[in-house]
Every structure is written in structure tokens, then in C-alpha cells.
């Protein structure tokens, strides 16, 4: 029997070949391969669908996206920010390009997302932002975040890292526009995914987008050159064109997406926790997690059973390493170390079949048995 895949990148492109081929086509016939219409567009575009009454930059990754919106809102080498340890290294990395200190809160322990009770402990005088991590299409409450800080949310701002939730809403606002700025990745397995890197910075702050277009231009605005120190980070015309066409096909992507978590919820064992939404939150399922115990082992079974897993993340970030001088000692984060180690992504995107679904499912039963 043919295997399940955790994620299959050709069946989209195959559906989509002859839009992409007429998009890639446009800009090889332009002559315009970067900063040119095609981008305009996406950004335009995009920011539309959001529909938050701000502007979006397309940069070269959401990593990209992340540091230069932290950078346009005035975060510095000497300054604090607070995220999260239960997500991809990315949103700590792009950080500590800017030279400031992770924080890291721990998380809610049946969603996974930023545990706002905890962050006043997290917050000091030096803290200059906060990045709530939209996880697998989950969402954090935004306007609770911000009404944690109190008085301090006059200094502090909140960059929404939405990597993962192109599509999700809390209430009627989509992710991305509850922050003072958002980071998205089209990296190429995401709800909306570009066939290499790339990423945008979205505000509804003028003076926030006027900075991250010079931030992604080395600091370029005009004719006198450099008025601040910028980066390289220009979304290539090729890319912006074949995100235009997913644009398009993003919504029933998303309809697709959840009419298949809504299976899998009804085909999973009741007794395999789940991983719910957040109260209010439209989930954009990025991501169909389920906790076990004794999770190698089984997804260890359901190899051999013909189905693809992934795990989202196997090491919290203050666990790396790499980020060893935070300082932070094994269980001093512990219910982010839990996640770690219980949760199994199975296979989940708009092209995967019905049967596929129900095969994985059967699968995961057996698996935790």
C-alpha cells in the first residue's frame, strides 16, 4: 500500500502547474526579478486579504520578516523580548540577530500557546517586545496579551509571529492584525507556501512599514543612500508571483484543511488528547497534533504501518545548546518540556485524500493502544 506522507510538496504544484508556469513566465518575460510588480502586487494583495487596514513588506523569509518588524519598532541590542520555547529555533534566532536577549514564557499545557499568567514574571525594565507564537494555526489571544502588560503597554510592543497561521481568526480578526506588527513565512510547507524562502512584514503602523521597506533595502530610502543600517532581504519577483496564485486558492486551502482536522476528530480514539483551539480562535490547521506517551514508539509503529509523522518541535529552544547562556535549567520550563516530548503531528494538507484520513487515524489507534 502506498504510504501517507507528513506533507506531500508536488501535489499542490501539480494542481496548480499551468497558473504557476503563466506566473513564473510574466516575470521571466519582464525582465524584473526583483522588487518589481510582482511583488508590489502580492504585498497589496495580501494585505487586502487580511483586510487590517495596514501594508505588508515581502521580505526574504519570515525569519527576515520577524527581526526586521522587532527592528523597525525599535527593538536594540540591550533590550529584552519574550516568546516562547515550544517553537522553531526561527523566532529566537531572529532575536538574537538584533543582538537583544530571548525571554522565554512558559506555555498553556493543553494548547501550547504563550501562557499569559505567566508573563508578568517574564517582564522586566529592559523588555521592549513580546512575540506571541500562533502555533500550528492556533491562536493566542492577542488583546489579553496586551492587557497583561498594563501600564507597560505603553513601551512594549507585540510582534504576532504568524509563520503557522495564515487564515486563522480570533473572532473576526485574522492573525497578523492584533499586533503592532506580524511576521509570516511562506516557507514552502505553510498554509499559504512560496516554492523556496520567503516572508512579509505586515503593520498597520505607516512608520513601521516606511522602516522595514528601507531595513530591507540595507537602510536605503532615497537618493542620499543609507539613512539607517539595513539588511539584504528583497522577496524575489518569481516568488511573489507564484504566492499571487496560491492567494487565490489560500481560503479553500483553509476550508479543505479543516473539514480534514474535523475527521481526523471524529476518527481518533476520544481517549488521544487532542489539541484544541483556543477559546474564540478559528483554527487555520497548519498542523493536526495529538499528544502520546511513548511517542517514539509509536510513531515508530506507524512507520511501519506505511504513515508519515513529524514532531513539532523534539527540543524547546532553551534545551538547545546553542541558547544554553539564557541560563535556564531542565524544568525550569516544564510544562513547554512536556510538550516536547508528547506531541505527534500526523499528515495534514489540503491535497491529502479522505481515505488517507481515515488510514492514519486507524493507524494512530492501534499505535496507542
Known amino acids: ?49 487580511l483586510g487590517g487596514g495596514g501594508a505588508g513588506v515581502a521580505v526574504s523569509s519570515g525569519t527576515d520578516a520577524l527581526e526586521l518588524a522587532l527592528r523597525a519598532l525599535g527593538v536594540e541590542s540591550n533590550h529584552e523580548v519574550v516568546t516562547v520555547p515550544n ?17 522565554l514564557c512558559d506555555v498553556d499545557p493543553i494548547t501550547g500557546l504563550m501562557d499569559l499568567e505567566k508573563l508578568a514574571a ?94 530591507r533595502r540595507y537602510g536605503i530610502e532615497d537618493a542620499a543612500g543609507a539613512r539607517r543600517e539595513g539588511i539584504n532581504s528583497r522577496m524575489d519577483e518569481i516568488q511573489a508571483a507564484i504566492l499571487s496564485v496560491k492567494l487565490r486558492h489560500l481560503d479553500t486551502y483553509l476550508t479543505r484543511r479543516r473539514t480534514l482536522a474535523a475527521r481526523y476528530d471524529e476518527r481518533l480514539d476520544p481517549a488521544i488528547p487532542r489539541i484544541p483551539a483556543a477559546e474564540g480562535v478559528t483554527h487555520a490547521y497548519h498542523l493536526y497534533g495529538v499528544r502520546l506517551r511513548g511517542r517514539e514508539a509509536a510513531q515508530e509503529r506507524l512507520a511501519q504501518a506505511g504513515v508519515g509523522t513529524a514532531v513539532h518541535y523534539p527540543v524547546p529552544v532553551h534545551r538547545m545548546p546553542a541558547y544554553a547562556f539564557l541560563g535556564y535549567e531542565p524544568g525550569s520550563l516544564p510544562a513547554a518540556e512536556r510538550w516536547a516530548e508528547e506531541v505527534l503531528s500526523l499528515p495534514l494538507y489540503p491535497e491529502l485524500a479522505d481515505a488517507d484520513v481515515d488510514r492514519v487515524a486507524a493507524a494512530v489507534n492501534d499505535a496507542a493502544a
Not at 513564473?24 to 494583495?45: A, C, K, N
Not at 494555526?137 to 513601551?155: F, I, K
Open 122 to 215: 517574564c517582564l522586566s525594565d529592559a523588555t521592549r517586545a513580546v512575540v506571541p507564537v500562533h502555533l500550528y494555526g492556533n491562536m493566542v489571544d492577542v488583546p489579553a496579551l496586551r492587557a497583561a502588560l498594563g501600564d507597560r503597554s505603553a513601551t512594549i510592543s507585540i510582534v504576532e509571529d504568524c509563520a503557522q497561521a495564515h487564515g486563522a481568526l480570533l473572532g473576526e480578526q485574522l492573525a497578523g492584525t492584533l499586533g503592532d506588527a506580524a511576521a509570516f513565512s511562506f516557507y514552502p510547507t505553510k498554509n499559504l507556501g512560496a516554492l523556496g524562502d520567503a516572508g512579509l512584514c505586515y503593520s498597520a503602523d505607516p512608520e513601521v512599514v516606511r522602516a522595514v521597506r528601507s531595513l
Open 87 to 103: 517553537t522553531a529555533v526561527a523566532t529566537v534566532s531572529a532575536i538574537r540577530q538584533l543582538g537583544a536577549r530571548p525571554v
Open 1 to 49: 500500500m502506498k504510504p501517507v506522507v507528513m506533507f506531500d510538496a508536488v501535489a499542490q504544484v501539480r494542481a496548480l502547474r499551468g497558473e504557476i508556469d503563466e506566473a513564473i513566465g510574466r516575470v521571466l518575460e519582464s525582465g524584473r526579478f526583483l522588487l518589481g510588480e510582482e511583488v508590489t502586487r502580492f504585498e497589496r494583495d495580501f494585505a487586502a486579504y
